[in-house]
């Protein structure tokens, strides 16, 4: 069966992206033991994984009305007793803040209201399995951190092993998310977790199973650390939509009071306002201030706590990128990251360094935008250990 063309809109609501076969290969190399004889694909599309497992018993689900395979929801479908030796796919991954494809609520298996659907497969997956047999499953890098996720991984690490995974940093999807693959033992015992990376599947070095999902795609594993930590030196705090959408209308080039900096104009110990244009609610703006007093008073009372000696933390960048505001002049936009401390130095040392990006990485890999970016928050920087 060729790809069906449909309208792009009803393929972004049904998750509906074709893996490559290099890629269902490489998982279904993994998935399939000796041994095995059942095959569950719960989002099979036009069945490319069922086919590469070559297993005699194989059972297709898809909400696509127009399947060739069984026609039903499977985060819905009543399962019953069904359990299969392997379990492999592509689940659709849908955004839960877009209200396209958004389920608008929480999740059945326990994740946040956030979690993606992928993740609801995934925990799924782990039900479907009987103890021995393995899963499968192609899954976007954003559920190796997601805070709504983490109810769910933590359920997927109790019940199974994760035996071999792979990643890449390209795009493998005309949908604009990067993916990873693993593959669990269910019921198996914690181990060595054999990795490949990349369009072309090289072998990377093996990894006992870590703490966090993400250090998979940072490498490495790092100590436990229970020593003092940035946050016991310094406080971190982010803004939202509230300041984003209370600056819009007092923001402007000809207007007097505070820069406003954006992550973009901060660069490791570099602040770039005034040399270089910024953009800001979809305007472009070369030297933007904010006008104060066209602030409502709560966003005042926002800006006087942020008109203080501080250190500006950009966010969505690939290593820590921060900056010294000596003088507290200058007001972040939103998603920068205020740090206030009396020890900046020390901060600003810990936060260039190798030992901190790598802490870094290693929580959050995956959950940047961008290639190899992460995406920052107060917690997350306050837990980076003191190293040294
Ligand atoms: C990313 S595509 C993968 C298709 C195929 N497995 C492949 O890899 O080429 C996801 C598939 O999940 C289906 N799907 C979306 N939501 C579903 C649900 N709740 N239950 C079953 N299938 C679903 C879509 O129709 C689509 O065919």
Redesign the pocket.
Known sequence: MSEPQREPRRRKQ??????PLAL?DAVVREAVFPGAISVL??????G??LRATGLPQQTG????PNTAFVH????QREWGEQRFDVLV????YLNQLSSLTSRGGRSKFGGGPYAD?AAEFLALAMRLVRPGGRVGLVLPQSLLSARDSQAIRAEVDRVAALRWMWWTDTLMFDANVRVWAGVWEVGGEPGMVRRSYGPSFETLEPLPTPSKWSGLIAGGVLPAHDGPVLGDIATFTADFRDQYYGLVGAVGDDVGGPPLVTCGLIDPGVCHWGSKPVRFAKQRYAAPRVALERLSPALQRWAAQRLVPKILIANQTARVEAVHDVRGEWLPGVPVITCITDQPQRVLDALASDATNDWIHHHAAGSGLGVGTVRLNPKLLASVPLFG
């Open positions: 049904l998750g509906e992206w074709y893996t269902v694909d719960p989002a099979c599309g036009d490319r994984f689900v898809d909400i696509d039903d929801d499977a985060l796919g592509n689940p659709p659907a």
